[in-house]
Nanobody, 115 residues
Framework: QVHLVESGGGLVQSGGSLKLSCATS????????MAWYRQAPGKQRELVAA????????NYADSVKGRFTISRDNVKNTVYLQMNSLKPEDTAVYYC????????WGQGTQVIVSS
C-alpha cells in the first residue's frame, strides 16, 4: 500500500505562485511514475503534469506548459508541482497520483486563483 499526502494549496491572486508537495510513504519501491491531476467543479479530472521516478522525464498539459514545473526528490520521496503565473482557470482540487501496477491517489489539495 502506498500513501500520498498533498499539501501547499491555498488562495492566491492571478499571476501568483504556489508550490504543491506530495509526500509518499509505504510500499513505494515499485512506484515508477508520478503525476499531478486536477479537477475543477463540474469538469472531469485532467492530467496536469507527470514525471518518471527513475529518469525524471516530465510532460505537461498544454494549458500549463511554461508555467508549471513538476519535480521529484527521491531521497525525501516527495513530488512537487511549482505553479507560476497562475490564472483563475487553474482553480481546482489538485490530486497526486502514483503508479506501479496499481494507481494510488492522495486526498487532494484545493487551489483557488482569484482574478
Amino acid at each position: 500500500q502506498v500513501h500520498l499526502v498533498e499539501s501547499g494549496g491555498g488562495l492566491v491572486q492571478s499571476g501568483g505562485s504556489l508550490k504543491l508537495s506530495c509526500a509518499t510513504s509505504g510500499s513505494i519501491f515499485n512506484i515508477n511514475f508520478m503525476a499531478w491531476y486536477r479537477q475543477a467543479p463540474g469538469k472531469q479530472r485532467e492530467l496536469v503534469a507527470a514525471i518518471t521516478v527513475g529518469g525524471g522525464s516530465a510532460n505537461y498539459a498544454d494549458s500549463v506548459k511554461g508555467r508549471f514545473t513538476i519535480s521529484r526528490d527521491n531521497v525525501k520521496n516527495t513530488v512537487y508541482l511549482q505553479m507560476n503565473s497562475l490564472k483563475p482557470e487553474d482553480t481546482a482540487v489538485y490530486y497526486c497520483n502514483a503508479r506501479s501496477t496499481v494507481s494510488y491517489w492522495g486526498q487532494g489539495t484545493q487551489v483557488i486563483v482569484s482574478s
